[in-house]
């Protein structure tokens, strides 16, 4: 039976890259004057900025002075440096270059992730064109923020779990771990999926009483996180800047659900 044109592997990968390539220029052509920037973006860029000029992680306080940045993890700043080293560009005019990639490389990562989950390449191709064409999807990626790059760990994260899962080898499981870290180390909700992950490594060797994948993914997940957790608890007065709460449903509220 005569394939269809979209049923062929190398036509598949070559529909895919036409879609992160459109998806990329759209980002382009919608910022003319530059990329969007809120108030965490000064954060990010001065992180980067701080960076390549060897003082570290740091931000400008009130006071003028350089204080370590915790609240937000350092990924998409060090990224954001290295493009700018590669570029030769400011932080800030770089981002015009690594926001489009990204964004780019998601919709052809998202395609292959449902092409994974469907085993069908129409499905996986709409997927795709359904991101690259949304306004959602423009929108997260023409803003300074670590958004895209975290979407990038989350489906590497998706991707590298379902091939491991399906052929539990060692660099699949390791590489799965590793991405769930970096996708915390570019965002603090990327502890979600370092979570979710890791409870679906420990229901496996509890199932199958092995105990062999389970650290071979902890191997990936756990060190570059317990850094950075260390540093920020050392140079910050609480983990992360941030502070964990418990806010209990009350009584009456329970009775009346």
């Given amino acids: 039976m005569k394939q269809r044109p979209w049923e062929r592997k190398d036509s598949f990968i070559l529909a895919l890259v036409v879609l992160g390539v459109m998806g990329g220029w759209s ?23 701080n960076l390549l000029a060897g003082r570290g992680y740091m931000r400008l306080s009130g006071d003028l002075g350089l204080k370590p940045i915790t609240h937000f993890p350092p990924l998409f700043s060090l990224i954001l440096m290295l493009t700018a080293l590669l570029t030769r560009m400011d932080p800030l005019l770089a981002a015009r270059i690594l926001l489009p990639l990204l964004f780019g490389l998601n919709i052809i990562l998202l395609g292959l992730w449902v092409r994974l989950l469907s085993r069908r390449n129409d499905v996986a191709l709409l997927a795709a064109a359904l991101w690259a064409f949304s306004d959602w999807g423009l929108n997260t990626h023409i803003y300074v923020l670590s958004e895209p790059l975290f979407f990038t760990f989350l489906l590497l994260g998706l991707i590298t779990w379902h091939l491991s899962w399906r052929s539990p080898r060692f660099p ?6 590793l991405a769930a870290s970096l996708a915390y180390l570019t965002r603090y909700a990327g502890a979600a999926l370092l979570a979710t992950l890791g409870l679906l490594w420990l229901g496996q060797a509890l199932r199958e009483r092995r105990w062999n994948n389970l650290g071979r993914w902890l191997l990936g997940a756990l060190p570059l996180p317990a850094l950075w957790t260390f540093y920020t608890w050392q140079v910050g007065e609480t983990v992360g800047n941030r502070q964990i709460a418990w806010h209990p449903i009350r009584l009456e509220v329970l009775r009346h659900g």
């Fill in 27 to 49: 980002v382009v052509t919608a910022t003319p004057y530059g990329m969007g920037l809120v108030n965490d973006s000064a954060v990010y860029i001065g992180g980067a900025r």
């Fill in 172 to 177: 699949w499981i390791v590489l799965n771990g």
